[in-house]
């Protein structure tokens, strides 16, 4: 016999109001801009077991796994959003172009989906192995258009510090050599400045009060001027 509570529950969940709210709710869920799925209450990763069983033990790929649980009508109807649509058909591109190239579908599905969000791969929580992503990516060509980061060596990146601080160097030095070049410049106008404004005869004038000094017997020194002047009075 059924609890009392679980009739009440029952009814609840079959009233008119409950069922358009419920309604509303299955709406919202299958518009807006993040893509949704149609896998339920059950994990992606209990999806593909129970497909597993279905397949007799044999194995599913990612590409079947994603569309049983992002279309409607159990994995035969149309995607529930466009993303899911442009991601499934930009993965089977890249395997696709590899050609014989062998290529980890683990990884190049995380980079198709722009790598994990708030630590989980979009369309196929817990099946990518994000353990083995790093080690393998590195080794994955990208697909024709494609932006990657560029990764440089230890020594790549010691080369490109040495360039910019030799660059560095030199348009000091060059600026240090213009600013000395321009001081010289600066003191010769000065002095020629100077020069021109004491007049042509300057050094002459000077030259002319200049005195010379003979020492005496008894220690004094004394001008020529005086000393020939004496001997024209004797």
Request: aromatic share 6%.
């Amino acid at each position: 016999m059924l609890p009392k509570w679980w009739e009440m529950l029952c009814e609840h969940w079959a009233s008119e109001e409950n069922l358009q709210f419920s309604a509303l709710m299955r709406k919202n869920r299958f518009t807006g801009g993040s893509a949704r799925h149609t896998a339920g209450s059950r994990s992606i990763t209990m999806h593909r077991k129970l497909m597993m069983i279905e397949n007799g033990g044999k194995p599913v790929s990612e590409v079947e796994l994603f569309n049983k649980t992002h279309k409607h009508g159990g994995g035969k109807g149309e995607f529930v959003t466009e993303k899911a649509r442009r991601t499934v058909e930009a993965f089977q591109r890249r395997l696709e172009e590899a050609g014989d190239t062998e290529l980890d579908p683990h990884v190049v599905w995380s980079e198709e989906v722009g790598g994990r969000h708030r630590g989980r791969y979009y369309g196929l929580p817990g099946i990518i192995d994000k353990a083995r992503i790093g080690h393998l990516s590195k080794s994955i060509p990208s697909s024709p258009g494609r932006k990657r980061r560029q990764l440089f060596t230890q020594d790549q990146v010691q080369e490109m510090i040495n360039h910019a601080t030799r660059q560095m160097n030199e348009t000091w030095e060059n600026r240090f050599q213009s600013l000395e070049k321009s001081m010289r410049g600066m003191v010769s106008a000065d002095i020629s400045q100077h020069a021109s404004a004491a007049g042509p005869g300057a050094e002459d004038d000077e030259a002319s009060h200049e005195h010379t000094w003979d020492s005496t017997d008894d220690g004094t020194y004394q001008s020529a001027e005086d000393d020939s002047g004496g001997h024209s009075g004797d």
